[in-house]
C-alpha cells in the first residue's frame, strides 16, 4: 500500500491535479491524504469529493472518506487518533485509490484533523510500503530522480540546490523515509 500527500499549493494547481489524475497507473492500493482547504469543514469535504470526480471520470475505479465517516479516525477522550483500519480496508477492497479527507470525530462532533497525523498513524496501522509526497512546484527537477528522504543530511543537501522547497523537505524529514515525486513519475517504475 502507498500513501500519498497533497499539500494545499497542490490541491491550488490545476495542472497539478491533471497530471495526477492523468498518470495514475499504480497497481497496489492507494491513499490520498491532502492539506484542509478553505475555512469550513465544508471546503475540506468538497474538496475530497473533486478529486474523487476527477479521477472517476479519467476511469480510476476511487472511493472517497471523511476521516470522520465510519469512525474511520477518531480522537479519543485522552485526545489520542485513533484509526479504524476495518473501515479503510472495506473501501479499498473494490477499489484501488482512497482519497481520504482531513476530518476527524471527536465526542460526537467534526473537527479539522492534522492530516500528518493521520498519515503517521495510517501508516504505522495498515503497514504502508511507501509515502509519497509532491513538490510545491510540480514541474521542480527535485522530483525528478525521485529521492528518498530518510536522513537531515539528504536535506540539508537539496536545501542547498531547492531552497524554494524548505517546506515539503523539511516534511519530508518529518515523515521519513519518503520519497518525493512529481505528478507525471509518481506512479512509474524507477529502472535501474
Known amino acids: 500500500m502507498n500513501l500519498l500527500y497533497f499539500t494545499e499549493h497542490n490541491l491550488r494547481d490545476r495542472f497539478f ?3 495526477f489524475v492523468f498518470n ?3 497497481k497496489e492500493k492507494t491513499i490520498v491524504f491532502h492539506a484542509p482547504f478553505g475555512e469550513t469543514l465544508r471546503d475540506s469535504r468538497f474538496v475530497t469529493k473533486r478529486i474523487s470526480s476527477l479521477l472517476s ?5 476511487n472511493n472517497f472518506l471523511m476521516g470522520d465517516q465510519r469512525d474511520s479516525f477518531v ?12 473501515a479503510i480496508h472495506e473501501l479499498l477492497y473494490t477499489a484501488q485509490l482512497l482519497i481520504l479527507g482531513p476530518l476527524v ?3 460526537e462532533q467534526v473537527q479539522i484533523g492534522d492530516p500528518i497525523h493521520m498519515m503517521q ?3 504505522a496501522e495498515l503497514q504502508a510500503k511507501e509515502v509519497l509526497l509532491f513538490p510545491s512546484n510540480p514541474k521542480s527537477p527535485l ?16 536545501l542547498g ?25 509518481y506512479s512509474m517504475e524507477m529502472k535501474s
Open 24 to 26: 495514475f497507473k499504480f
Open 57 to 61: 471520470e479519467a476511469m480510476v475505479y
Open 161 to 185: 540546490v531547492y531552497e524554494e522547497e524548505t517546506d515539503i523537505l523539511e516534511l519530508a524529514y518529518q515523515l521519513r523515509p519518503v520519497r518525493l515525486v512529481s505528478p507525471v513519475n
Open 105 to 107: 470525530k471527536s465526542r
Open 121 to 123: 498513524v495510517a501508516r
Open 17 to 19: 491535479i491533471q497530471d
Open 143 to 158: 522530483a525528478t530522480n525521485k529521492p528518498v528522504i530518510d536522513r537531515r543530511e539528504e536535506v540539508d543537501r537539496l
Open 75 to 86: 480522537l479519543n477522550d485522552k485526545g489520542i487518533l485513533e484509526m479504524n483500519p476495518k
